[in-house]
């Protein structure tokens, strides 16, 4: 079954964020420390990501005008209002605690969705039937959901959805891309798309350590902009 690779995906989230809301026992310094370090790692694998681009200018060009119109839809508010909702729909929140579901929902989203895995584990499962990159994608999303629902709660889990939506999407679109997207075209965005998710991811990084406090949603329109910049440029 075609979304066979997202619904696993997806499954992962929810079983390994369970299991990290079960460990709550874990003294709030080490909680701080164990984030810090995993923020750390995602700003080096957006390094990693960045580091990638053959295309600068596109990466800046797609980012400026994705974040203006993210900026216009108001993508992050949007997502930060869903997590409310969902916070206000649990049990009352403990004192200092309001937002913190939305927090978390939010950030670890970006996290699940902006990486090139997304992307391509699901062109695979839509073209191919293989499975194998969102199977892997799993494992790597479970591992990373247990500590961040120890360490930021319940709004881990909520992440399983637009994961779901995102990927399943992209594979039952897979057989329309193939049609109408040359293989070069896709293999520089897929590059390309790297780059810019990587910029995001450091972006990430940096709020979680609460040094910025970038609207990361707001850049996500980038990645349509990259695709149809790469279209303009391909027919010159």
Same mark, same amino acid.
């Not at 390094?47 to 994705?66: D, H």
């Not at 699940?112 to 994608?137: P, Q, W």
């Given at each position: 079954? +075609?979304?066979? %690779?997202?619904?696993?995906n %997806? ?34 694998l ?12 596109? +990466?800046?060009?797609?980012l400026?005008?994705?974040?203006v119109?993210?900026?216009?839809? %108001? ?14 729909k ?35 499962s ?7 990159l ?21 709004? +881990? ?11 399943? %999407?992209?594979a ?29 991811? +450091?972006a990430?990084g940096?709020n ?29």
């Amino acid at each position: 079954m +075609v979304l066979t %690779g997202t619904l696993i995906n %997806g499954a992962a989230i929810i079983v390994a964020g369970c299991i990290g809301l079960m460990i709550q026992n874990i003294p709030e310094k080490m909680k701080t420390t164990v984030l810090q370090a995993i923020a750390l790692a995602i700003i080096l694998l957006g390094i990693q990501m960045g580091l990638q681009t053959e295309q600068f200018l596109l +990466v800046i060009g797609s980012l400026a005008v994705g974040g203006v119109i993210g900026e216009w839809i %108001g993508i992050d508010s949007y997502l930060n209002k869903f997590g409310m909702w969902i916070e206000t729909k649990l049990k009352p929140a403990k004192s200092g605690e309001s937002g913190k579901v939305a927090q978390a929902f939010v950030t670890t989203t970006l996290i699940y969705v902006v990486g090139a895995m997304a992307v391509l584990g699901s062109i695979d499962s839509g073209l191919r039937g293989d499975h194998s990159l969102l199977y892997t994608k799993a494992m790597l999303d479970g591992l990373s959901a247990i500590i961040f629902a120890s360490t930021l709660g319940f709004g +881990v889990l909520l992440s399983a959805i637009p994961v779901v939506l995102y990927q399943g %999407g992209i594979a039952l679109m897979a057989t329309y891309i193939a049609a109408f997207v040359p293989d070069v075209l896709l293999e520089q965005f897929i590059l390309e798309m790297s780059a810019v998710g990587g910029i995001m991811v +450091v972006a990430i990084g940096l709020n979680i350590l609460g040094v910025t406090s970038v609207r990361v949603a707001n850049l996500l329109p980038a990645l349509p902009i990259l695709a149809l910049l790469i279209w303009i440029l391909s027919m010159f």
